[in-house]
Every structure is written in C-alpha cells, then in structure tokens.
C-alpha cells in the first residue's frame, strides 16, 4: 500500500494522509493480518494495477536449500537506505562485536530513488501455516511501475547488486590468512588456509618514513585500486606487486599491516617453507580471494631461490669463514628437506594467481638482502614497485616522536637531526628508545635517551668501520703474500721443466 502510493508519486497532502494511515496500520494492526490483507489487496490491484513486483528469496531452493547470494547483497545495499529511511530497524552486533549494524526490520518497506525512478523494498516473512513446521522464510520485494521495467531489472539491478558486494567487502571482518599449520590452533579453517581476525593498527600515519615516498606509495595504491578498467584496456590482469626491502626493523611488515589498512583487504601470510612442492603452492595462490594481500616475507631465506648463482658466488668468496659456510649449508639443507617449492615453481604460481583470479590482488616479497634474489623473480611485471625501507631519518624520526612523544618540536630536534642523518638505526630501534619506559619518562628523558643510543650507535659504526679496513687490508695482504707464492712456484717449475729439457737435449 506504501508502495504502490510512492510509486504513484502522490504528493502533498495526499501523501502525508497516507504516510499517517500507513504508520498507524503498521503500528496497531499484527503483521499477521497485515500480511493477510496485503495479499488480498494485491491480488485485487493486481488486476488494475500497472506495478510490478519481484521477489527475491533468502534460500534457493534448486540445489537443496542454499543461502541465495543476490538477496545477502541486496540486504547490504538495503542496510544504508533503511537506515537513513525506514521507520522499523533491525540492530545487529557486527561480526567482530565492535558496532551495531543496523538493518531492515522484518515487515517493513523502504524506498529508493534510481535515476529520477522510485522503487519500493520490503521485507517480508514466511510462516508455515502447519503447526508441526516452525520454519520462516524471509524474502525482498521490489516493487516498482511497470513504465521502468526495462531499466529497473537490467540497470538497477545490476547497481544494486554490485553496490551490495562493494557494501558486503567493506563491512566484513578483515582476516588474517596463514598456510603454516602449526600455527592454528585458535583459527579458523577455510579450504587450505587458516584465519584469525586481521586487527593490526599500523597506519600510514603511523608509519615513519620518507615523506615523499609515503605519499607516493599511498597514490600508487589508490590509483591500483580504481585501475579496474585501465588494467582491462591495456590487457593486464588487475594485480600490483610490492618488493619491500631493506635492513631488520625498518617498517617492511609494518608497511603491509599499514597496505592492508589503508585498502581494507585481507592478507595472506604465505610460508614456503611449511609448503610441500610446486603442485600445492599453485593451489594454495589460488585458493586466495579478492581484495587481498598475498605476502612473502624473507623470501631469500625461505628457500635457495637463487639456486646456482648462490652457489658460485659463496665458491668465490673464498674468505668467508667455515663457521658461516656450514651455517649455510645446514639451512639450505632443512629448506630443501622441508620444501621442494623451486623458484620456478614459485613463478610459475604467480603468474597463475595473476591470470587465473578474479578481482583485483597485490602480492608483497620482503627481503633484507635485494641481491640475493633472482632477477627473474623481481623484474616489473613481476614485482611492479620496488619500495626501499631504510634507517631512520629525520622526516621519519619526526613522525616516530609524534606516535610516541605527542610532540612535535624540542630544542633538542638540532641534534637529532644530526645524528640521525649520519647514524644508521633502524624505525624499531629509534621507537624503543622513544618509549616511555616508567610513568616518570617524558619526552626529555626520552629524546635524550635517544640521543645517548645514537652516540654510541655512532661511535660502534666507526669502530667497525676501522676493524673491517684493517681487516681489508690484512685480506689484502694475505692475497698478495699468496699470489706472490703463487707466482714463485709456477717460475719455479718453468725453470726446473727447462734444465730436464736441456738435459735431455744433451743425452741426445
Ligand atoms: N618505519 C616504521 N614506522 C613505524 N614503526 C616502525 C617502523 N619500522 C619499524 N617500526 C617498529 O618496529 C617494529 C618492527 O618493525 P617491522 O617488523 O615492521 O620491521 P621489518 O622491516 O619487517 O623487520 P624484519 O626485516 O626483521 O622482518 C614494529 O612493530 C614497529 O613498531
Ligand atoms: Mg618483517
């Protein structure tokens, strides 16, 4: 009835007595009989009338009795306009109990405006009149006039549903994937990957580092994310991936946590080592949905990747110690037990994940050492954005102080600066000095501690620096004794080769 008056587009005093009568109906007369009369009343305008309904039902029942997707996005498109509109709501705890959602009561209608065309919701209940039977179906109709019917069921529709989706992605509660078993002893299994809910507070607010580059990273995101059909254009599966690299406690996990934030997507902790071989890595990258985050951490260690070009180089480095050497070996070794992923298994799976899956999906490497890595691996295409994450520099030590001092300037920033710009300490070190360690720590006490970690960091970096050029030198020296030697012999033996030869050529 509500309906059919707003798809009438009654209006003035017309309209307010029958948003009055409507109101009072549905306040004082039971759904029940509600229900009653509106299907007669329907079948009776349905003779004369030009509207036309469509009804959406909660479950399908074709295969069994199946939870129908359309109507779970129609319900999210639906939660924003009830809210703003419907007299009767629903309140709902949200997946991870930190709001309410709110939402369309049972027997209640809402009406929407589509391109100048009013459309009415409503929401209806289904009981079974046996009284053996206390199931209830929920089902939507829409109703509108019979003019629009063309662009209602194909444009509208289409907006709505995908509106719903967009609503649905947004609404959910992010997760955090992992394919290492050993870890989920409180997640949740879903296919090959178990989740716990994704709750990192890393921002990009948070995250100290270059400015410029922050910035950079931030647009570089935001143009991935609305590239959908510019990726179509130019042929390309919509997928964007990261090489984060630099130094221990430099921000590179923080800076996924931050990514996934920002987009609000999931993330995908891939561990290879804990995955068998190459046949299950590809399931596993496929098994990963859209609006996502597939992550390698350490990638140089988590399996020989670089295969024989490691291994020429270590026969080269002659100097490094047996100690190092053995360490190596042992790690390669328990890899290669462990795992029998290749590198051009792993490949071979990313190229999979960006052909084969819908929706669009960024895959981050992260490695403290960049030229461990294979060149195949990391070439564009691959990994599109190569992101430096290095020591602690003023613009970064800047936003470090304002997480955790709350300040902006103190006359010790002179100093800082200094030291920053010619000490290498990473984000992690700088914010554990910056923390307040007791309730009588303020921000001298801290800044100054600072100060004091970053003098002696200094002085440590310059001592080093002398061992290892008197260590250079000494290499050095040991190099020339040894060539010298070398040389020695070999004139040696030429010598001794040619008395034989003059020998023998007097005995003949
Ligand atoms: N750039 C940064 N901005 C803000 N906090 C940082 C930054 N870098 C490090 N931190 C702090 O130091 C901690 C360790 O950083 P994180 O784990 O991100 O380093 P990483 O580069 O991933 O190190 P690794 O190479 O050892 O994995 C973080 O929890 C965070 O508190
Ligand atoms: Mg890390």
Not at 166 to 194: M, P
Not at 396 to 423: C, M, P, Q, W
Request: proline residues 2%; aromatic residues 10%; glycine residues 4%.
């Amino acid at each position: 009835m509500f309906e059919a008056g707003a798809l009438f587009g009654f209006t003035g005093t017309t309209m307010a007595s029958l948003m009055f009568f409507w109101s009072m109906y549905r306040q004082f007369v039971p759904y029940q009989l509600r229900d009653y009369l509106e299907k007669c009343f329907y079948k009776m305008f349905g003779l004369v009338s030009t509207s036309v309904h469509i009804k959406f039902t909660e479950y399908t029942e074709d295969k069994g009795l199946k939870k129908s997707q359309a109507y779970d996005l129609i319900r999210n498109y639906l939660s924003s306009k009830s809210t703003a509109r419907a007299q009767r709501l629903k309140a709902n705890e949200s997946k991870n109990s930190k709001s309410l959602v709110l939402s369309l009561d049972d027997h209640e209608a809402v009406e929407d405006v589509f391109q100048g065309v009013k459309v009415v919701w409503s929401l209806s209940v289904w009981k079974s009149d046996n009284q053996a039977d206390s199931s209830e179906r929920k089902y939507l109709t829409l109703s509108f006039h019979n003019r629009y019917r063309e662009m209602i069921t194909t444009t509208y529709l289409d907006h709505v549903l995908r509106e719903g989706k967009e609503i649905g992605l947004k609404n959910r509660e992010r997760k955090l994937y992992t394919n290492n078993s050993s870890q989920d002893y409180s997640a949740w299994r879903e296919g090959r990957w178990s989740n716990v809910p994704f709750d990192h507070p890393a921002t990009f607010e948070t995250l100290a580092m270059d400015l410029e580059k922050k910035e950079g990273i931030k647009k570089d995101l935001i143009k991935f994310t609305k590239g959908k059909d510019y990726y179509r254009k130019v042929g390309k599966p919509w997928k964007r991936g990261y090489l984060l690299f630099g130094p221990p406690g430099t921000g590179k996990s923080t800076m996924i946590s931050a990514m996934a934030n920002f987009l609000e997507y999931d993330v995908y902790d891939l561990e290879l080592t804990t995955v068998k071989d190459n046949s299950e890595l590809k399931k596993l990258m496929l098994d990963t949905k859209g609006k996502s985050i597939v992550v390698i951490e350490d990638i140089d260690c988590s399996l020989d990747l670089t295969g024989q070009r490691k291994k020429k180089k270590e026969e080269d480095e002659d100097e490094e110690d047996e100690e190092k050497k053995a360490e190596k070996l042992l790690k390669r070794e328990r890899s290669e037990r462990e795992s029998k992923v290749t590198l051009s298994g792993l490949l071979n799976a990313i190229d999979g994940l960006w052909s084969a899956c819908s929706g669009e999906k960024i895959i981050v490497f992260t490695t403290n050492y960049l030229d461990k890595l294979d060149p195949a691996l990391i070439r564009r295409g691959r990994m599109d954005n190569h992101i430096e994450m290095s020591y602690c520099r003023f613009e970064a030590f800047k936003v470090l102080a304002k997480n955790y001092l709350e300040i902006e300037s103190h006359d010790l920033y002179g100093e800082i600066k200094r030291l920053v710009e010619e000490t290498d300490m990473s984000p992690a070190d700088v914010a554990e000095n910056l923390m307040p360690k007791s309730d009588e720590d303020d921000a001298d006490i801290c800044l100054r501690r600072l100060v004091k970690s970053l003098e002696e960091e200094k002085e440590k970096a310059r001592k080093l620096a002398e061992e290892e050029k008197k260590k250079k030198a000494e290499r050095d020296a040991r190099r020339k004794k040894k060539k010298a030697e070398e040389e020695h012999k070999k004139k040696k033996e030429t010598e001794e080769n040619g008395d034989v030869f003059r020998d023998n050529g007097n005995l003949i």
